[in-house]
């Protein structure tokens, strides 16, 4: 069983910054899964924001948020963070991670179809 709990949400100011964490609950490590992060704002669909793969240089971002925000991990914490820098009112949505076991490569998706274990979120409220 694999469970997932976000946290690290919160209301901010126009070009402030903050800090996303996942955390997994598995009897596997990070290095099984690739761990995405996911957007919904209400009246929209879900959206792929970042992921990362079974290495540390394996991420991937939607467009909007290159060169603001930053995914890791930390495998010993079995811990996935979003560093969002210089966010604007069109990143106020609830955050999700989710997860998935990933094999034989170091690819992740940023569809969010093809992830199985989700956590239930947290609120990303950006002030103009």
């Known amino acids: 069983q694999v469970q997932l709990v976000e946290s690290g949400g919160g209301s901010v100011q126009a070009g402030n910054s903050l800090r996303l964490s996942c955390t997994i609950s598995s009897r596997n490590t990070l290095d099984y899964f690739a761990i995405g992060w996911f957007r919904q704002a209400p009246g929209k669909q879900r959206e792929g924001v970042s992921c990362i793969g079974r290495s540390d240089d394996a991420t991937d971002y939607v467009d909007s948020v290159k060169g603001r925000f930053t995914i890791s991990r930390d495998v010993a914490r079995n811990t996935v963070y979003l560093e969002m820098n210089s966010l604007n009112p069109e990143d106020t949505a609830l955050y999700y991670c989710?997860?998935?076991?990933?094999?034989?490569?170091?690819?992740?998706?940023?569809?969010?179809?093809?992830?199985?274990?989700w956590g239930q979120g947290t609120q990303v409220t950006v002030s103009a």
């Open positions: 989710a997860a998935q076991n990933i094999r034989g490569t170091t690819w992740c998706p940023t569809n969010p179809t093809l992830y199985t274990y």
